[in-house]
């Protein structure tokens, strides 16, 4: 049965070229830290509609990539735009099982669904000797968030700050090898791209899909208004 929220998300997300924060360099930083192989086997989990399949087949030339997301539209998306690479395979999956081992697990900005200590618990079966992880995780940069921004996060009680991110990681048996805070310009790379979809649907615009452009252009607003007090932290963590 069709419902009126989603469908008008993926109006709005329908072919956008990303569906979270990111750069190339942000794969490329982490791939190097984890000291990758060129025939790494690696694993982009909630890939979206693709937008690090590229730089992540980049870091391993030789290597195999599995990308996976629950989402079908995004899985359409991404093997259009990748499906032919013989060293990709991009498929409709669920994170709670990775399927075959991995020297590379990179999930940018969905191991929130899970919880960072359950995903890094549950993904270590997936890793080879020496495997790593690298995941992106909303945080609060700040000890004392505005009430703006709390209220903007209220539906993620459980968003902590660095330090609490790193605990979760250390309850799952993982070390740390390194976090960093992704840029402004990750963020812009899906921001406009999304600003420009609202813009172009705005006009016409009623019930389901006003609602959800008005959520789009308040979160939006709320990371320029308020980025020095949150973000997504990239971290790349490794059994200990």
């Known amino acids: 049965m069709s419902n009126p929220y989603w469908d008008a998300f993926f109006e709005l997300h329908r072919d956008l070229p990303r569906e979270g924060p990111g750069l190339p360099e942000d794969v490329a930083w982490a791939a190097g830290l984890a000291g ?61 099982d ?14 929130y ?11 270590r079966s997936a890793l080879l000797p020496g495997g790593t992880i690298a995941f992106s995780q909303v945080c609060w940069f700040t000890q ?7 209220d903007g996060w209220a539906d993620y009680p459980d968003m902590t700050d660095e330090a609490g991110v790193c605990a979760r990681v250390a309850a799952a048996g993982y070390e740390v090898l390194a976090t960093r805070r992704l840029s402004d310009a990750a963020w812009e790379a899906y ?11 705005r006009p016409n615009a009623t019930g389901a899909l006003a609602d959800v ?15 020095d007090e949150f973000g997504y932290l990239l971290c790349v963590v490794r059994p200990a």
């Open 144 to 150: 004392t968030p505005s009430q703006y921004a709390r």
């Open 98 to 111: 990775l399927p075959g081992t991995y020297d590379f697990v990179w999930c940018a900005g969905a191991i």
């Open 213 to 227: 452009l008005q959520e789009s252009e308040a979160e939006a607003a709320l990371w320029r208004d308020a980025r």
């Open 36 to 96: 990758l192989a060129a025939d790494a086997q690696m694993c982009d989990v909630a890939c979206g509609p693709g937008a690090d399949i590229p730089a992540l087949r980049a870091a391993a030339p030789q290597g195999s990539l599995y990308a996976f997301d629950k989402v079908e539209h995004f899985v359409a998306e991404a093997q259009a735009r990748y499906g032919d690479d013989p060293l990709a395979d991009i498929a409709v999956g669920d994170m709670n």
């Open 191 to 201: 921001y406009t791209p999304l600003d420009a979809r609202v813009a172009a649907l």
């Open 113 to 123: 669904f899970m919880g960072v200590t359950e995903a890094l618990t549950r993904w």
